[in-house]
């Protein structure tokens, strides 16, 4: 079996990435930003320059928020709550929570992985965990029950924003 030389594996590399880059960019936005939700909500952008500096958590009256702070612009993101206390390879979540939210970065070139670390003081939001595979930062949060969520973006300093409802669901007439 031949084996491919430094260059040829480069080039591999960088193609699968511009691909997987091509392919979130492909796909349509989902969702409205600033309304309370429970459904998907993703952006798709062009740009692959903003690097994430910090996460932080706060509870606030009514809701608690969590914030993905970034050097540069916000980068393609998906965010959506999953169906099961399961990961994508079928095994049990083992963060807190009863109900999970997944939160993928697209494109970030730092792969920094700070957050809030253990269990975490809030109404609703229970512990973060993050990982970075393939140039997608991923974030998995616990929260305590299933809640309304809005997504906002920021600038000055450049956010991500995602408040979780304290109200119970049924509170609402959607």
Same mark, same amino acid.
């Given at each position: 079996?031949r084996?491919?030389?430094?260059? +040829?594996?480069?080039n591999?590399?960088?193609l699968?990435?511009?691909?997987s ?5 492909a796909?349509k ?5 600033n309304?309370? +939700?429970?459904k ?10 903003g690097?994430?500096s910090?996460v932080r958590?706060?509870?606030n009256?009514?809701?608690d928020?969590?914030v993905?702070?970034?050097d540069?612009e916000?980068n393609s993101y998906?965010?959506y ?15 807190a929570g ?12 730092c792969?920094?992985q ?10 609703i939001?229970?512990?973060?965990s993050?990982?970075?595979f ?12 299933e809640?309304? @969520? ?13 408040? @979780?409802?304290?109200k119970?669901i049924?509170?609402?007439v959607?």
């Open positions: 079996m084996r491919m030389n430094f260059n +040829t594996c480069v591999v590399s960088i699968v990435l511009l691909l880059f091509s392919t979130v960019s796909q936005n989902k969702g409205n930003l309304t309370w +939700t429970t998907i909500v993703q952006r798709n952008y062009d740009n692959l320059a690097c994430l910090k958590v706060a509870k009256k009514g809701f928020r969590i993905f702070e970034f540069g916000i998906t965010i709550y999953l169906p099961s206390n399961k990961d994508a390879e079928g095994e049990k979540i083992t963060i009863k109900i999970f939210m997944n939160i993928d970065l697209y494109g970030t070139p792969e920094s700070i957050y809030p670390a253990g269990k975490l003081n809030l109404s939001i229970q512990q973060i993050g990982g970075v393939e140039g997608i930062q991923n974030y998995l949060i616990g929260i305590r029950a809640k309304l @969520f809005r997504v906002q973006e920021l600038t000055k300093p450049t956010r991500l924003v995602i408040d @979780f409802q304290q119970k049924r509170d609402y959607q």
